[in-house]
């Protein structure tokens, strides 16, 4: 058996279903158990081994059968397809496509798993000045080079305790799009505290996109997220939330949770969120380091097992008319991300970069704060040139641990961030968070093919489907 061809594949077993992944190609194949066992010895250049291996289990002439099956499958790169080059691009100086602009070092939660210190980022509590924001909107049209379209996002912190700043950039982005032609998409994440009418109209107004962050469950959250004051906030935010949605006819948000060690039964949460009336759904496992909240190997089945309910109870939604978007089973098996895309990933700290308050550049929002990957600031530019570099070619390919992982071109590597966090270096990732990535990826592989074949209305062939 040819170990090297075997690496080009991927084979699990997910709510009943039988999955087979080609992994350069992306390709995802529903098949049967035969199918499925024939896999295991495989190469595609080992038909009598294979029919040698199985003949006791099944019928010699239904093996091959399935075998040509298989060759004609490699024939078209749906199988073993060639390994991905690395594009000449990654050599080459990045353009900057987004910011994310850290608009107040300051917050009017106490999140109890916040990795930004509940906003301070490990200095002070200041917000982010006119001055620093439109320097940062400069920055970006000096750096994004011939591209049109880019993106700003208004993070904290708050972002809504800052809003003059919010409005202000706004207002510039918009004057500054007609001079260049440029064309901005705003985004702002908030806790919903600072929501009010006033608030509401003006981000409707300014089609501002929404990031709504909640727990689920009203004891989840309440736990986790109490004001300043160390008071509840289920609801009250999940009041002006409500509001907010209802107010853009349910577009142009969606609502993003997190699960630590105190909710690993986080399907009840998504549950909740769905059932306050909200449709567009993320729930992020959090990143932390000794802590009674972080997310440990020995938690790994219970987390598994949670996923396994998760995808059941995301597809008896779907079948009973009642379903949601969950950021995370949402892949497009057909059209996926360019190869650029499937290597590097969110291109932090050289295509996004993060905006401090006081104007200083990072890779991402998650190291503000971390100093030794300060890249320079607004006003004078990037002046350690040798990092955007080295997280450009920081790739998927360039990450031992990753090369053979069959997930490497769904998550990238994994986030530079983390791997930094537990390990001091952005190209070693972070084994917790890999592992809990894999599961999803099969929950979201095996959702996309049931989702598949109901369209079919299971005409598919019998041994094997082809999920395009």
């Known amino acids: 058996m040819n170990i090297e061809m075997k690496k080009r594949t991927h084979r699990f077993v997910q709510s009943g279903m039988y999955i087979l992944l080609d992994i350069n190609s992306g390709a995802v194949h529903v098949v049967d158990k035969m199918i499925y066992d024939i896999m295991e010895y495989f190469d595609g250049s080992n038909d009598s081994e294979v029919i040698a291996a199985l003949k006791d289990s099944y019928i010699e002439q239904e093996l091959s059968e399935a075998i040509g099956e298989l060759h004609e499958l490699m024939e078209i790169n749906q199988l073993f397809a060639p390994d991905i080059s690395v594009p000449p691009t990654f050599k080459s100086k990045g353009l900057v496509k987004s910011l994310c602009f850290m608009t107040a070092h300051d917050c009017n939660m106490r999140c109890k798993y916040c990795f930004g210190d509940t906003g301070e980022y490990g200095g002070e509590r200041q917000l982010m000045s006119k001055e620093v924001g439109r320097a940062a909107v400069e920055f970006i049209i000096n750096n994004s080079g011939q591209r049109k379209h880019c993106e700003i996002d208004f993070f904290g912190g708050e972002p809504l305790i800052n809003m003059p700043l919010v409005k202000d950039v706004t207002e510039y982005v918009r004057k500054r ?80 949770g997190t699960y630590t060690a105190d909710n690993l039964d986080f399907t009840k949460d998504v549950e909740a969120m769905a059932d306050a009336g909200f449709d567009i759904l993320s729930m992020e496992p959090v990143v932390l380091k000794d802590s009674p909240y972080a997310l440990t190997e020995d938690k790994l089945p219970e987390i598994f097992a949670e996923y396994d309910r998760l995808t059941d109870f995301y597809m008896k939604r779907h079948r009973e008319g009642k379903g949601f978007f969950f950021f995370h089973f949402n892949m497009d098996l057909s059209n996926g991300p360019c190869v650029a895309k499937r290597l590097a990933g969110c291109g932090a700290g050289h295509e996004y970069y993060a905006v401090a308050a006081n104007g200083d550049l ?91 074949l109901e369209q079919a209305e299971h005409k598919a062939p019998d041994f094997i489907s082809c999920l395009e």
């Open 362 to 452: 990072y890779p991402c929002h998650q190291f503000v704060g971390r100093d030794r990957y300060k890249l320079g600031d607004v006003f004078k530019g990037v002046e350690n040139e040798e990092l955007p570099q080295y997280f450009r070619e920081s790739h998927v390919l360039n990450k031992e641990k990753c090369r053979d992982c069959w997930a490497k071109f769904f998550c990238s590597g994994g986030c530079h961030a983390n791997a930094d966090l537990f390990n001091n270096d952005i190209r070693i990732p972070y084994d917790v968070g890999c592992e809990i990535q894999k599961k999803r990826l099969e929950c979201a592989l095996a959702v996309q093919a049931a989702l598949n």
């Open 177 to 256: 799009e007609k001079e260049t032609g440029k064309i901005f998409k705003l985004t702002l994440t908030t806790n919903g505290l600072a929501l009010n009418d006033a608030n509401i109209k003006w981000l409707n107004d300014n089609n501002i996109s929404l990031v709504l962050s909640t727990d689920g469950r009203k004891e989840t959250h309440d736990n986790m997220r109490p004001d300043a004051g160390g008071n509840p906030t289920y609801d009250r935010i999940m009041a002006n939330f409500r509001k907010c949605v209802d107010s853009r006819n349910g577009e142009n948000y969606y609502m993003r």
